[in-house]
């Protein structure tokens, strides 16, 4: 998985919008939806930025929206899908076999101590 990968996610919301242009983020800060991702360098770019870096690295192997099967998992997404609906300071890290439900350490401690 690209350890630089990213997505912005709304805090108030869960809705996930997009992969965001590393470079654009390098440059200035931009959340600028991507469009491509470079599997040697294992950053995304969107469509300005991706000239430049084609024209530098030419034997690198970028992969287009259509080709979006191929593009790892943003970090920021498995982050928000490890985070826990209720504790959102918690990571969801355990089951609770009897509710059938996955749980943080505060869920545990509040809800499921005694059937885990």
Known sequence: ??????????????????????????QNNAETSADFYCKQCERFYC??????????????TTFGRVEIDKWPVSKKVVDFLQTCDVHKEHKIDQFCNLHKQLCCPQCVSDQHRYVL
């Open 47 to 60: 469509g300005n930025c991706i000239d430049p870096h084609g024209k530098a690295l030419a034997k690198h």
């Open 1 to 26: 998985m690209a350890t630089s990968s990213q997505s912005s996610v709304e805090p108030s919301s869960n809705e996930v919008k997009d992969y965001i242009c590393n470079a654009c983020e390098d």
